[in-house]
């Protein structure tokens, strides 16, 4: 049974940009086009949850465990993809798969019947764990707290029953999953932390888990015993690397597992057949595996990828994963009678390995103590011997062999002065490797920092131009909204007049109106009164008439008596016909009876009082019709317009909501570029530190030890003073000194030139935030909401001390100049009225014409207090960087003449003490008076 391999792709950080692998969708994967291809069995997406991946590739195995078989889950991939999340998880909301692990376990072990195929019932199910570490070649006991004597490091050992396994490992029982939790994460937490110059111990170290499984099945009588293996192995990165190359930069052992994993795996793969003979021994990590690759175990592996890497490094993750699917393994069901047969031959193998002296295996933590008991044993044997031999022979014998002794002895000495010379040259030569692989190395670093930091300008670059994009469609979207909005304010301010117009018309015709009233009134009263005098007059009028019938006929009477007597007719008579006369007088003025309520004019004297009186009146009507209905077509209007506008505002203000999430990440990425760009600076000076800590102790070194060996050599060879090894010596540290000395120039070259870069980094960050800043004040000009416009700039200013004090004191200029500034816009505000309370009473007494100035030069003071603040804030930009790079080069000067001058201080004094003459240039004599120069002359 092949081992498995699946895939599971980390999803990409911020950081890391597009990916470079090449993934195809039936899980084929290449580090490169044309490069060649790994099929894993399955490849969880990057979206894939840690429960989908347990799901799909790790609950089988839990089944096969609770059947009775090995199985083994072996997380592997480079440093950073993944391996520990998959293993423990993050939080508790996000749990690893060991957690997942023994929920399930236990979950089914408390269910009736765990195993529906075989349909056998649990008995008695006991569950131990057991975890270890295997750091440079040192197993740690992770499960106990570390014990004083031993820091709970474990030899390795082999036993019939057990294999080889950890020896003393502490075994602890667990009852549930939470305590099996807990435990796992104290153990976790007993990781060694250190970190070496070859990164953090868990990019070298591999963890190793064992949850074993007692149990009773059916009616066997032996328990079946199952092992669950978790491993996290050490990074895969350096698998790409040479194997003696980066032995030599780290020593044997830091790597030994990882290398020493890549062989096994490799002779695994190659032979397939079940007679094989593999050679595990090389590391502690692969004698402990030994039976989870190749053997009695079912064994999976997740490699975790990263989408984006070394291209090298994911073809050597590739070529191993291609070695782990063709490993065949032979895992079987442990029941009490495979596991009797599987104890017998291995208690057979290792009777053998005893007989032939070579078993069982047995590692120290340490090494030394050995060869030293060794040494002991020896001289104990050798006094032994010779104790023998004392008593046989006769004191010639006896003499002989002391001096014997005592010449061994002294061969011994010497041989042991001479190892330890050795030792010395071997170190020497292994340092100087060191050294240049160390320098080699901070060159690369050094390459890698200057890459990044081009990166992060073109980055700076790219963030520059977008929100320089996005600064003049915001600044187009403001000037065109406020040109909506002047015109709009002009348009509100014409219709204000025309109000305030029909308003004036319609008080006149009231005032009207109320005149009319009062001349209703008045006229309706002297009505009333003539009426009640015209019935006077009437009722008068009837009186007279009645008074002058009375007269007329009394007239009548006494002109008809006058008739008689005078014998003329009285009927014909010239009395009749006036008092006919009279009669139709008095008849014609009272004979109707006229009332004051039947006197009305006639409907065109009517009409024409009507039109005198209210002919205005309706004219106002009319009017006030004509202007309510435009000004309800006015208003109509501007409600559209209105709408129309505040939608625009609406959107305008979505886009600048987006615009400034979008400026909110471009802060997220500068934080993080900054926090990079500061990590790679610490890293570099770090670097360069250690380089030149390397190199002077390396020159210290190297100078003592040539001197040792010179004086050695020449006091071997007094007799040729020709061939001087102190002259050749001396020749060689000129040398090196030289060559030193050209290196260190290359490299201050080099600082400088990276720090050149950092500078103009720090200019073009300047430059950023003078644009951020701008943004942000049109913006708050705008009036958008404080709250999304981000965070403010000083919260992104550069933490760099230096630059910080001056960036202050010139941002407080700045700052000065700016208030200056806003406190002569705002008088000019006020002397023109432009304020925003102010401007409708403003509005409502200015002539029509006179807003558009008003806008206009509102308009031209802003632009003129931006420009003047860019201005101030790119000069007050160059000037820091100006500033910055001023004080590198005084820096940079400063030190390079501190370091010459103690070099030339050194030099003077050695000069001097070579002219015989003390530190401070006195000739020293001796007791004679003789010069000392004379004397070595
Ligand atoms: N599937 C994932 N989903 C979300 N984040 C992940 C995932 N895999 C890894 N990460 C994140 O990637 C980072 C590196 O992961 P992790 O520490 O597990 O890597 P590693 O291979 O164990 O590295 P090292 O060997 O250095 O310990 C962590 O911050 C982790 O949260």
């Not at 191993?320 to 063709?326: E, P």
């Not at 014409?494 to 308003?503: D, E, G, I, Q």
Request: glycine letters at 6%; hydrophobic letters at 35%; charged letters at 30%.
């Amino acid at each position: 049974m092949n081992i498995d391999v699946v895939g599971r792709m980390r999803p990409m950080t911020r950081v890391e940009g597009a990916t470079n692998l090449l993934v195809e969708a039936n899980g084929r994967v290449a580090a490169h086009a044309g490069g060649p291809y790994f099929g894993f069995q399955t490849l969880h997406s990057s979206n894939t949850s840690t429960y989908d991946v347990f799901k799909t590739s790790v609950e089988a195995l839990l089944d096969l465990y609770l059947a009775g078989y090995n199985v083994c889950l072996l997380i592997g991939g480079e440093s950073g993809a993944g391996k520990s999340y998959n293993m423990v998880g993050e939080t508790n909301n996000r749990p690893g798969l060991v957690q997942m692990v023994l929920d399930h376990l236990f979950a089914k072990l408390s269910e009736e019947r765990y195993h529906p195929q075989t349909r056998m019932s649990k008995q008695d199910p006991e569950v131990t764990m057991e975890m270890v570490e295997v750091y440079n070649e040192l197993v740690k006991d992770l499960m106990s707290a570390p014990h004083a004597l031993n820091m709970g490091l474990l030899d390795i050992t082999e036993s019939a029953v057990k294999g080889v396994h950890a020896k003393n490992a502490t075994t602890t029982r667990v009852s549930n999953a939470s305590m099996g939790g807990t435990y796992f994460r104290n153990a976790w937490g007993r990781r060694t932390e250190a970190t070496t110059d070859h990164g953090p111990a868990s990019q070298n170290a591999a963890i190793i888990l064992h949850i074993d499984l007692c149990v009773k099945v059916g009616d066997n009588p032996q328990p079946y015993k199952s092992r669950f293996t978790i491993v996290e192995l050490p990074g895969l990165e350096k698998l790409s690397a040479d194997p003696t190359q980066v032995q030599l930069r780290e020593g044997p052992k830091l790597s030994k597992a990882l290398i020493a994993l890549s062989q096994v795996t490799t002779s695994l793969a190659n032979h397939p057949f079940p007679d094989r003979v593999i050679h595990y021994g090389d590391s502690k990590l692969t004698q402990l595996l030994q039976e989870q690759l190749g053997g009695n175990f079912k064994t999976r592996a997740l490699i975790c990828l990263k989408a984006k890497t070394d291209p090298d490094i994911s073809n050597g993750v590739l070529k191993f994963c291609t070695n782990l699917s063709h490993i065949r393994n032979f895992p079987i069901v442990n029941d009490g009678l495979a596991q009797g047969l599987l104890v017998q031959k291995e208690a057979r193998i290792l009777e053998h390995k005893q007989q032939s002296g070579s078993g069982p295996v047995h590692f120290s933590s340490t090494t030394a103590p050995v060869y030293n008991d060794t040494g002991e044993e020896i001289r104990r044997l050798q006094t032994e011997n010779i104790t023998v031999k004392y008593d046989d022979s006769g004191d010639d014998l006896r003499r002989l062999q002391t001096e014997n002794l005592v010449l061994k002895d002294q061969n011994e000495r010497l041989q042991l002065r001479l190892d330890r010379l050795q030792n010395k040259f071997g170190d020497i030569a292994n340092t100087r490797t060191d050294l240049s692989q160390q320098l080699l190395l901070s060159e690369e670093e050094k390459l890698k920092v200057s890459q990044s930091l081009v990166d992060i300008q073109i980055e700076n670059n790219k963030i520059r131009e977008e929100a320089e994009a996005a600064k003049f469609e915001l600044t187009n979207k403001i000037i065109l909204l406020e040109n909506h909005v002047l015109e709009l304010e002009a348009e509100r301010d014409k219709h204000k007049k025309s109000a305030t117009y029909a308003k004036e018309r319609l008080a006149e015709v009231e005032k009207d109106r109320k005149d009319l009233a009062d001349e209703y009134v008045v006229l309706k009263t002297n009505y009333l009164a003539l009426t009640k005098e015209h019935q006077k007059e009437l009722a008068r009028n009837e009186e007279l008439a009645i008074e002058l019938l009375n007269l007329v006929n009394n007239k009548a009477a006494l002109m008809r008596q006058v008739a008689i007597l005078t014998n003329g007719d009285p009927e014909t008579s010239e009395a009749n016909s006036e008092i006919d006369r009279i009669r139709a007088l008095v008849a014609k003025n009272s004979g109707g009876k006229i009332k004051a309520g039947d006197i009305i004019g006639n409907q065109t004297d009517r009409d024409h009082v009507e039109q005198t009186l209210f002919a205005n009146r309706k004219k106002y009507d009319i009017e006030i019709e004509r202007m309510r209905r435009e000004l309800a077509d006015e208003n109509k209007k501007m409600e559209h317009r209105l709408t129309a506008v505040m939608k625009e505002l609406a959107e305008n203000r979505n886009l600048a909501r987006e615009r400034q999430q979008k400026i909110s990440e471009l802060n997220a990425k500068l934080i993080t570029i900054r926090g990079e760009k500061e990590s790679l600076q610490t890293q570099l000076n770090r670097l360069q530190h250690k380089a030149k800590d390397l190199g002077e102790d390396f020159r210290a070194r190297l100078i003592k030890y040539v001197e040792d060996i010179a004086e050695f050599v020449d006091k071997g060879q007094a007799n040729h003073p020709q061939n001087r090894l102190r002259d050749y010596c001396d020749g060689m540290l000129k040398d090196i000194r030289r060559s030193h000395k050209e290196r260190e120039a290359q490299l201050s070259e080099a600082a400088r030139g990276y720090k050149e870069r950092m500078a103009k980094t720090i200019h073009s960050y300047e430059a950023l935030l003078i644009a951020y800043r701008n943004l942000r004040q049109t913006c708050e000009a705008r009036g958008f909401d404080k709250a999304d416009l981000g965070p403010d700039e000083y919260e992104m200013k550069l933490s760099d001390s230096e630059i910080q004090s001056a960036h202050m004191k010139e941002l407080d200029r700045v700052k000065s100049e700016l208030a200056r500034t806003k406190n002569e816009t705002d008088t000019l505000k006020m002397r023109y009225g432009l304020f925003g309370e102010d401007k409708d009473t403003m509005a409502e007494i200015t002539v029509a014409g006179k807003s558009d100035i008003w806008g206009a030069m509102r308009k031209q003071l802003r632009e003129f207090t931006l420009n003047t603040q860019q201005q101030l804030e790119q000069e007050r930009a160059r000037l820091l960087s100006e500033n910055s790079v001023l004080k590198e080069q005084l820096r940079e000067s400063q030190q390079y003449i501190d370091g010459h001058l103690v070099r030339y201080k050194q030099e003077v004094v050695r000069l001097r003490k070579m002219l015989g003459m003390n530190e401070d240039g006195v000739i020293l004599t001796d007791r004679v008076g003789r010069s000392l120069r004379t004397r070595r002359r």
